[in-house]
Nanobody
Framework: QVLLVESGGGSVQAGGSLRLSCGAIGTDSWVNTIMCMAWFRQGTGKEREAVAFIDAGGGLTYYVDSVKGRFTISQDNAKNMVYLQMNSLEPEDTAMYYC????????????????WGQGTQVTVSS
């Protein structure tokens, strides 16, 4: 099994920045099966949406239109870490952010991600 542990959430004013981190903890045999890491978010009363994902090789990335140019996903495979740098934050970015990991190809569908973190709250005030 793989355990995902997130950190880095918090409260900031609009225009500020936060960096979310997610570490994958588990035996090498499980961690090495992860093919895609992603960040999802869910605002109050909203559906969970994929914010960004990156494949194991780092050659494929995705960003939801609303964060393009402001957010950057990156990973450190040696440390089993994935990061989400969030700049120019807007009140609309307020949500619980979840790290997710999957064993298949990267998609925007929550059903394709087997492992989930507990979530970290991001609150952006105007």
């Amino acid at each position: 099994q793989v355990l995902l542990v997130e950190s880095g959430g918090g409260s900031v004013q609009a225009g500020g920045s936060l960096r979310l981190s997610c570490g994958a903890i588990g035996t090498d045999s499980w961690v090495n099966t992860i093919m895609c890491m992603a960040w999802f978010r869910q605002g109050t009363g909203k559906e969970r949406e994929a914010v960004a994902f990156i494949d194991a090789g780092g050659g494929l990335t995705y960003y939801v239109d609303s964060v393009k140019g402001r957010f950057t996903i990156s990973q450190d495979n040696a440390k089993n870490m994935v990061y989400l740098q969030m700049n120019s934050l807007e009140p609309e970015d307020t949500a619980m952010y979840y790290c997710a990991a999957g064993n298949g190809r990267c998609t925007r569908d929550t059903y394709d991600f087997r492992y989930w973190g507990q979530g970290t709250q991001v609150t952006v005030s105007s």
